[in-house]
């Protein structure tokens, strides 16, 4: 895990969906080798971040498998109390679990697992400072992980149901900044078995 010498970092990985769509399983589900979960971790936790907070729901095989991949990282797995609510009450879970005097944190998804390398610290080149946003875009359109400056923990923590961070993104206006970038993997997410065999 690399941190960054602009500022001090943490990231999120979001990993407590029902995953209906797929039919259940999904952050297990073979992928490249290794579950599908793995890629987020691996991305998370090569970004300028000195520690990554995983939320998940009560699935004891997923929190093992997570802790069996990365066993030396500075990782740590919150469990969200009620993740049907929505990615907004998992997303409030795990930003309180990061110190609020945060430069920065990434918010990278479960399901996303071809990130690349360049794009975190990209972001980092193109915050606007504490209260700044920023986020991927590939092809025209918005892409994860995106990085909230850390005034913005406090509004993260307070998020609730299936509205996610959205509303914090519109709220930002000219504070948020979109990077163009030609990775792919800002976009690529896994909802059903046959996207496996898109990648």
């Known amino acids: 895990m690399a941190e960054s010498e602009s500022g001090r970092f943490a990231a999120i990985v979001l990993a407590a969906g029902l995953g209906a769509r797929f039919g259940g399983g999904k952050l297990l589900a073979p992928f490249r080798g290794k579950p599908l979960i793995a890629g987020a971790l691996n991305a998370a936790l090569a970004s300028p971040a000195f520690s990554v907070v995983v939320a998940i729901g009560d699935d004891a095989a997923l929190e093992t498998a997570i802790l069996r991949l990365e066993e030396d990282a500075d990782l740590r797995v919150v469990r969200v109390a009620d993740p049907a609510r929505g990615m907004g009450a998992s997303l409030a879970a795990a930003a309180r679990a990061v110190p609020a005097d945060l430069d920065g944190v990434f918010v990278f998804l479960g399901d996303m697992p071809q990130v690349g390398p ?49 509303a914090l993104i519109r709220q930002a206006g000219a504070r948020f900044t979109a990077i163009e970038t030609d990775d792919p993997g800002v976009l690529f997410d896994v909802d059903r078995p046959e996207d496996l065999s898109r990648a």
């Open 118 to 166: 360049a794009v975190a610290p990209a972001l980092i080149r193109a915050l606007c400072g504490r209260s700044g946003i920023a986020a991927p875009v590939h092809a025209g359109r918005r892409g994860h992980p995106v990085l909230f400056g850390g005034d913005w923990i406090p509004a993260l923590r307070d998020l609730d149901g299936d509205v996610g961070a959205q």
